[in-house]
């Protein structure tokens, strides 16, 4: 069970199989600008995210196309995570994620982001990142073994012991949520 050494550079209409399995986002420079995220980037060789896709989600066509899409920040924590790091950077602004019943805890916890920031976060993604894959019918089981071995940043689980975990939570993350409650239904 290995990744494919080949890291795909990413467009909207990557060919990804409907297969389930698990997938890593890297930054290709190895940088975001910020100073604590950084500092994991430089020992895990860039590795932003690790998910997991399963087959009733589209796969990993399905899963990786939904964080490449503008719109789909709410439903997307690498895009949450992402843009709250580069928020100042990109201009992008924290809105509650829409929904057609009033806004809930919910909509705050997965904000998204207003236009045009949200499509600014696409474009950076398109230009700056890089994707690897691996097919595999068990997600979770493979996740768990590889988040140790590539420890990416955005890992909120705690599946290995992330240092700027908590920064990103309840520094970045927070700032977010707040400014999505704030803000209200656009």
Same mark, same amino acid.
């Given at each position: 069970?290995?990744?494919?050494?080949?890291?795909?550079?990413?467009?909207?209409? /990557?060919?990804?199989?409907?297969?389930? #399995?698990? @997938?890593?986002?890297?930054?290709?420079?190895?940088?975001?600008?910020?100073?604590?995220?950084? $500092? /994991?980037?430089k020992e895990n060789h860039g590795c932003l @995210?690790?998910? =997991?896709?399963?087959?009733? $989600?589209?796969?990993?066509?399905?899963? %990786?196309?939904?964080?490449?899409?503008?719109?789909?920040?709410?439903?997307?924590?690498?895009?949450?995570?992402? #843009?709250?790091?580069?928020?100042?950077?990109?201009?992008? =602004?924290? %809105?509650?994620?829409?929904?057609?019943?009033?806004?809930?805890? =919910? $909509?705050?916890?997965?904000?998204?982001?207003?236009?045009?920031?949200?499509?600014?976060?696409t474009q950076w993604m398109l230009r700056a990142l890089e994707l690897s894959?691996? /097919?595999?019918?068990?997600?979770?089981?493979?996740?768990?073994?590889?988040?140790?071995?590539?420890?990416? /940043?955005?890992?909120?689980?705690?599946?290995?012991?992330?240092?700027?975990? #908590? @920064?990103?939570?309840?520094?970045?993350?927070?700032?977010?949520?707040?400014?999505?409650?704030?803000?209200?239904?656009?």
């Open positions: 069970m290995n990744f494919s050494n080949e890291r795909l550079g990413l467009r909207p209409d /990557v060919d990804l199989p409907a297969k389930a #399995g698990i @997938y890593a986002f890297h930054v290709r420079s190895g940088k975001l600008g910020d100073r604590v995220i950084d $500092a /994991v980037l @995210y690790l998910g =997991k896709a399963t087959v009733g $989600a589209g796969g990993l066509h399905g899963r %990786i196309r939904t964080h490449l899409r503008t719109g789909s920040t709410g439903r997307s924590s690498l895009r949450r995570s992402l #843009g709250a790091a580069l928020k100042n950077r990109l201009g992008i =602004k924290a %809105i509650p994620r829409p929904s057609r019943k009033a806004i809930t805890r =919910k $909509a705050i916890t997965n904000y998204a982001f207003a236009e045009p920031g949200d499509l600014a976060l894959f691996l /097919v595999d019918e068990d997600p979770r089981a493979a996740e768990c073994i590889w988040v140790p071995k590539l420890r990416p /940043v955005f890992d909120l689980e705690g599946l290995w012991s992330n240092p700027a975990a #908590g @920064y990103i939570e309840n520094q970045l993350r927070e700032a977010c949520r707040r400014e999505a409650e704030l803000t209200g239904p656009v």
